[in-house]
T-cell receptor, first 112, second 113 residues
Framework: TQLLEQSPQFLSIQEGENLTVYCNSS?????LQWYRQEPGEGPVLLVT?????EVKKLKRLTFQFGDARKDSSLHITAAQPGDTGLYLC????????????FGTGTRLTIIP | KAGVTQTPRYLIKTRGQQVTLSCSPI?????VSWYQQTPGQGLQFLFE???????NKGNFPGRFSGRQFSNSRSEMNVSTLELGDSALYLC????????????FGEGSWLTVV
């Protein structure tokens, strides 16, 4: 059973469009992280959200942590080809000494 | 500050052989974790170490093992390689025990033929 489900799994849109990807779970997380991974490279940390309802902005990227700390979303405004990559959410459930679990991933392609 | 360094970057092994992958964490980081990434299964947790102690272990067979040294460097070993072990093996480090924010290396690409 996958602890963190991401949707959509694949997304291909035109440059300049907006998009949202989702990370959902039935478990509560102390925090959630978002990573972006480009081909042949390791994932790179984008943001950590800690407080339920928290919203963080990173240029054209907006991250939100659900009020119940069970889900998160990533919204990209005016997507650019440089946004292309695999987006992964990750977190440790139940505030305990659980393993850090990664989501199923969203593979985003921005078409010039 | 240097990032997480993994060696080797690429390697090809034959079925039945064993392989050892190395990871040097970011200076000052005492936690190291390992992940296997494949197109079909995504990022799967292998194990996590803090101060030479294994803190967590994923659901992998006993052929997969790891260890951490006193200088926080870590190695993982896979014995009796199978074709299905072909994957990108990623190491990540964190300054904290069971830290939520981890920093990845570029990975070691293993191909088993």
């Amino acid at each position: 059973t996958q602890l963190l489900e991401q949707s959509p799994q694949f997304l291909s849109i035109q440059e300049g469009e907006n998009l949202t990807v989702y990370c959902n779970s039935s478990s509560v997380f102390s925090s959630l992280q978002w990573y972006r991974q480009e081909p042949g490279e390791g994932p790179v940390l984008l943001v950590t959200v800690v407080t339920g309802g928290e919203v963080k902005k990173l240029k054209r990227l907006t991250f939100q942590f659900g009020d119940a700390r069970k889900d998160s979303s990533l919204h990209i405004t005016a997507a650019q080809p440089g946004d292309t990559g695999l987006y992964l959410c990750a977190g440790r459930a139940n505030f305990g000494n659980e393993k850090l679990t990664f989501g199923t991933g969203t593979r985003l392609t921005i078409i010039p | 500050k240097a990032g997480v360094t993994q060696t080797p970057r690429y390697l090809i092994k034959t079925r039945g052989q064993q392989v050892t992958l190395s990871c040097s964490p970011i200076s000052g980081h005492r936690s190291v974790s390992w992940y296997q990434q494949t197109p079909g299964q995504g990022l799967q947790f292998l194990f996590e170490y803090f101060s030479e102690t294994q803190r967590n272990k994923g659901n992998f067979p006993g052929r997969f093992s790891g260890r951490q040294f006193s200088n926080s460097r870590s190695e993982m070993n896979v014995s009796t390689l199978e074709l299905g072990d072909s994957a990108l093996y990623l190491c990540a480090s964190s300054p904290f025990d069971s830290g939520n924010t981890i920093y990845f290396g570029e990975g070691s690409w293993l191909t088993v033929v």
